[in-house]
C-alpha cells in the first residue's frame, strides 16, 4: 500500500513544514541577533578590560617609580647618619686615646710621686735618726711632693667630674640625638 497524498495534502503538508521552518529561521535569527548582541557587548566589555589593564599597568608603574624614588631618599638619609656616626665615633677614638694617653701621663706621674714621697718619708726617717739639721730641708721637699700630689687629685678629680673616665670606660650616650658632633 502506497500512500499516495493528493496533491493539495502534499502543498498542505509543505506548507506546514515551509511554516515550521520559517519558525525555526525566526527563532535561529534572534538567537543569532542575540549572540551578536553578546558578542558586541564582550568586544567592548574586552576594550573596556584593555584599557583598565593598561591604567592599571600605568599606575603600578608610577607607584614603583615612586618606591624606588621614596626608598632612594631613604638610603641616601640612612648613609648620612651612617657617615656622621662614623665621623662621630672617629672623634670619640681620638679623644679615648688622647684621654688614654693622659690617664698614662698622669698615672705615671702620680707613681713617680708615691715613689718620690716613700722615698722622701725613708730619707726623712733616717735623716731624723742621723741627722737634725737636714730634717727642716726634707720636710719642705716632703710638703712641695705632697702639694703636688694634691694637685695631681685635684686634675685627676676634676677629669672625672668632667665624665672623661666614663667616656674612656665605654659608657654609651643614652641615644643618638646626645650625641654632639
Known amino acids: 500500500m502506497i500512500n499516495e497524498k493528493s496533491p493539495e495534502e502534499e502543498i498542505e503538508e509543505l506548507k506546514i513544514q515551509l511554516s515550521n521552518y520559517r519558525k525555526e ?3 535561529l535569527k534572534e538567537r543569532c541577533e542575540s549572540y551578536e548582541d553578546r558578542i558586541e557587548h564582550f568586544a567592548i566589555e574586552r576594550e573596556n578590560l584593555s584599557r583598565d589593564i593598561m591604567h592599571f599597568e600605568s599606575l603600578e608603574l608610577e607607584v614603583r ?3 624606588i624614588e621614596e626608598l632612594g631618599l ?3 638619609k640612612l648613609n ?3 657617615d656622621i656616626l662614623r ?3 672617629k672623634s670619640e677614638r681620638e679623644d679615648n686615646e688622647k684621654l688614654n694617653e693622659l690617664i698614662d701621663k698622669l698615672t705615671k706621674e702620680l707613681n713617680d710621686a708615691n715613689y718620690e714621697i716613700a722615698n722622701l718619708e725613708r730619707d726623712l726617717r733616717k735623716s731624723r735618726i742621723r741627722q737634725n739639721q737636714r730634717t727642716y730641708n726634707l720636710e719642705n721637699r ?5 702639694t703636688k700630689l694634691a694637685q695631681m687629685k685635684y686634675t685627676l ?3 672625672e667630674e668632667l665624665g672623661f673616665f ?6 654609651k650616650p643614652d641615644s643618638l640625638d646626645d650625641i654632639d658632633i
Open 166 to 171: 666614663k667616656r674612656v670606660r665605654g659608657k
Open 65 to 67: 617609580q615612586y618606591d
Open 25 to 27: 529561521n525566526r527563532i
Open 80 to 82: 648620612h647618619r651612617i
Open 157 to 159: 678629680n676634676e677629669f
Open 87 to 89: 665621623r662621630y665615633l
Open 142 to 146: 716632703l710638703d712641695i711632693a705632697y
Open 74 to 76: 631613604e638610603t641616601k
